[in-house]
T-cell receptor, first 113, second 114 residues
């Protein structure tokens, strides 16, 4: 089955700096790569996703890149703000009868004001 | 988007007992997913529940321990049976936005087993 590795597990940045979280996946059939943000005590929520036919996607201060050959993808947050502090999960999903999503272990991001 | 209600939101349970978690969705969905999130850990898929058929369990999870019901297209239950302290976790119900593949999660049910 799919295996998703994520690093770093914790990340502290100064407000205004950039943050980068990296993930690798094992199943070359995976074609959908979402990123979820989970604030303390809250449910995970999708912040951005990328499909295997795209190399990069941006949404305001957030961008995701995908390298299919190397089987890795990354989340980039620019101009970080304290409200970006949360746990971020990368995930990979392969096509099939139902969507089985495999999550990375999570990165706890702390933005220091 | 989908609005998902879960209950209980939290509970403290005694070892050896069972607890049923309910998940209600505000729209009809084909599949519902049950995840476990142990303290400080990632999200692990327990099983996928289709209406009218048996749930599909992931490796490491069995029906006797985590029986699931799916009586209609908007509701599912997950039972955690014969609980031990190792079952202390947050259990999350989830559904997929079929068009975009986005997962929507319930608030989660935080179980503490003493």
């Amino acid at each position: 089955g799919e295996n998703v590795e994520q690093h770093p597990s914790t990340l502290s940045v100064q407000e205004g700096d950039s943050a980068v979280i990296k993930c690798t996946y094992s199943d070359s059939a995976s074609n959908y790569f979402p990123w979820y943000k989970q604030e303390l005590g809250k449910r995970p929520q999708l912040i951005i996703d990328i499909r295997s036919n795209v190399g990069e996607k941006k949404d305001q201060r957030i961008a995701v890149t995908l390298n299919k050959t190397a089987k890795h993808f990354s989340l980039h947050i620019t101009e970080t703000q304290p409200e970006d502090s949360a746990v971020y999960f990368c995930a990979a999903s392969s096509p099939g009868g139902y969507q089985k999503v495999t999550f990375g272990i999570g990165t706890k991001l702390q933005v220091i004001p | 988007s989908a609005v998902i209600s879960q209950k209980p939101s939290r509970d403290i349970c005694q070892r050896g007992t069972s607890l049923t978690i309910q998940c209600q969705v505000d729209s009809q969905v084909t599949m519902m997913f049950w995840y476990r999130q142990q303290p400080g850990q990632s999200l692990t898929l327990i099983a996928t529940a289709n209406q009218g058929s048996e749930a599909t369990y992931e490796s490491g999870f069995v029906i006797d321990k985590f029986p699931i019901s799916r009586p209609n297209l908007t509701f599912s239950t997950l039972t955690v049976s014969n609980m031990s302290p190792e079952d202390s976790s947050i259990y999350l119900c989830s559904v997929e936005n079929g068009l975009d593949r986005e997962l929507f999660f319930g608030e989660g049910s935080r179980l503490t087993v003493l």
